[in-house]
């Protein structure tokens, strides 16, 4: 049993460190370049670009 409490505390310490992580992402404005990737790899495989 205390091993099962344990391992939930440390998913949820790892889902919060996740969450800062992409709030602090955001806040910087990385949206736009991850966006920017994702359209530029897709249009290479549709082969468009």
């Known amino acids: 049993m ?3 409490k344990s391992s ?3 998913g ?3 889902a919060a ?3 800062v992580m992409m709030g602090f992402g ?3 404005g990385e949206v736009i ?3 920017t ?3 530029n790899i897709c249009l290479e495989c549709i082969g468009i670009g």
Request: charged share 25%.
């Open 8 to 10: 939930r505390l440390g």
């Open 37 to 39: 990737k994702a359209i």
């Open 2 to 4: 205390r091993r099962l």
């Open 33 to 35: 370049v991850v966006f």
């Open 26 to 28: 955001i806040w910087r």
């Open 12 to 14: 949820l310490c790892l």
């Open 17 to 19: 460190l996740g969450l």
